[in-house]
């Protein structure tokens, strides 16, 4: 392992701990990545004694003004060198209540601390004291579950996640990411312990839904948290949206299968975690608004208005950022089928003009969306959207390239309306500013102000108004 610690925090540590009389080891998901060759930049470093004392005089050498958090409650402390974050802790021993994930904490060998890591692949340690510097210590065989891609507790996996129960997430998330299997007495112990997952925060539960949503595969996450019980209660909204129904020989796809499928295709398009969350939301109302309407078949009759008006519900609920992240994802959702009805009728101007109004900046995210939204099972249907979506692609740069219609402000503004024809805010208002707006979007008049002066007059005058003297020029 000696060749994996090169960098020069390493001799240091060592050389401190050394001086320190402590033995020192780094620890956990840095030791994890080595071996999956993975980068990452977080060091935790465990030893037997003093982790504030051992961080102080680390600082110290790497120079007298080097800044160390301290976290006196936890026994802690970290330190910034060279674009690597390094926490030192003691080791130590725990012990668990049943109504909090809060361990009582006491000194331990380092056996005591590898014992209370959530997974063997987390348990690992490598001795970075002189005499020993780079020996691995495992004594949970961590390696071998390495190389066989293994999820499982170092010790009774029904005791590990009642103890803590978010470790149930993080056995699902670290599954999905690294796409290793979770070991079958672990996944029993997840479903029998589900319940326990009460008493961890939303917003813990939420880091690590996040973590799934941003893997290469995140429907390997999601139907692990259904097969688990978890689902369940941690997204009631998702769960519902689970199985098919047929009546007359009709049936209609399983939603929860088909959005899965639509977040994993729009992986590849985008990073954006708020563009996957719209891809997981998409359908989100469909259970709300299904009907089978005889001889027609199964509807879901505005689905995408009723799931944009769930989002800020569920977005509170589940501790989600209620800000312009949660506005992006309802406009995703609302606006989600346009270019698919765009692209099964015929392609207008001015209804590509409207959705490009709508649709602003968020345009791309949108047609990404809906690009991954077609999943059909009909090829010869897949192959006739793709090539008519390509054809709204086109069209949308081209309108965009000749009227600028993205976030466009209408040209002539309430005010001015107001002013002219000495109106009080009134419906009249209301109605001259769409006009003018609807006969540009229509490309009845171009998006310029003195066409669009021109119409008001005119539309002004069909509602029996006339501009005051003074501005009738
Ligand atoms: P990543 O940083 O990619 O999320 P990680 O394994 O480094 O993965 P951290 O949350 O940074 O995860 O935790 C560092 C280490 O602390 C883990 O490798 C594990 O040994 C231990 N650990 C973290 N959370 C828990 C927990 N809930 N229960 C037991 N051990 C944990
Ligand atoms: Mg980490």
Redesign the pocket.
Same mark, same amino acid.
């Given at each position: 392992m000696k060749k994996h610690l090169k960098h020069q925090i390493f001799s240091i540590i060592s050389e401190e701990a050394d001086k320190l009389g402590q033995d020192c080891y780094v620890?956990?998901?840095?030791v994890?990545?080595i071996i999956l060759k993975r980068n990452?930049k /977080?060091i935790?470093v465990v030893t037997l004694g003093s982790g504030i004392d051992l961080a102080k005089t680390v600082a110290n050498h790497i120079g007298p003004k080097t800044p160390v958090s301290i976290f006196k409650n936890f026994g802690t402390a970290m330190l910034k060198y060279k674009g690597l974050e390094i926490e030192f802790v003691g080791a130590r021993k725990e012990s668990y209540e049943k109504n909090s994930?809060k361990p009582h904490v006491e000194d331990g060998t380092l056996e005591d601390d590898q014992k209370?890591? /959530?997974?063997t692949i987390?348990?690992l340690a490598i001795c970075l004291n002189n005499k020993r510097f780079g020996e691995m210590v495992d004594p949970f065989d961590g390696v071998t579950d390495l190389k066989k891609r293994i999820i499982r507790t170092p010790l009774d996996p029904v005791i590990t996640f009642s103890d /803590?129960p978010?470790?149930m997430m993080?056995a699902i998330r670290?599954s999905t990411?690294l796409n290793f299997i979770i070991e079958e007495k672990t996944l029993a112990a997840i479903s029998s312990n589900k319940d326990r997952i009460k008493i961890v925060s939303k917003e813990r539960i939420m880091d690590e839904l996040n973590?799934i949503i941003l893997s290469d595969k995140p429907s390997k996450g999601f139907k692990l948290l259904d097969k688990t019980g978890l689902l369940e209660i941690i997204f009631p909204e998702l769960f519902a949206m689970k199985g098919r129904e047929e009546i007359d020989g009709i049936g209609h796809k399983d939603n929860f299968l088909h959005t899965l499928e639509v977040l994993d295709r729009i992986v590849p398009n985008t990073d954006n975690l708020w563009l996957r969350w719209s891809a997981l939301l998409h359908d989100i109302a469909k259970p709300k608004t299904k009907r089978f309407v005889p001889k027609q078949g199964w509807t879901f009759h505005a689905h995408n208005f009723v799931g944009a008006k769930m989002i800020p519900g569920l977005f509170r609920q589940m501790k989600l950022p209620l800000n312009e992240k949660m506005k992006y994802v309802q406009k995703m959702v609302s606006l989600h089928m346009r270019p698919i009805v765009l692209s099964e009728e015929e392609v207008t101007d001015s209804a590509v003009r409207r959705l490009l109004f709508e649709a602003g900046d968020d345009i791309d995210d949108l047609m990404t969306l809906c690009e991954a939204d077609i999943t059909s099972k009909n090829t010869d249907k897949v192959k006739r959207y793709m090539k008519n979506f390509q054809l709204v692609r086109e069209k949308l740069k081209d309108l965009e390239e000749r009227d600028h219609i993205r976030n466009f402000q209408p040209p002539v503004t309430g005010e001015e309306i107001m002013e002219v024809f000495g109106l009080s805010p009134s419906r009249e208002v209301g109605i001259l500013k769409s006009a003018i707006k609807d006969a540009i979007l229509d490309g009845e008049i171009r998006n310029d102000y003195d066409e669009a002066f021109a119409f008001l007059k005119k539309k002004a005058a069909e509602l029996g108004l006339k501009p005051l003297s003074n501005q009738s020029e």
């Open positions: 620890i956990g998901g840095f994890r990545d990452s /977080d935790d994930r209370r890591r /959530d997974f987390n348990a /803590d978010l470790r993080r670290f990411q973590k």
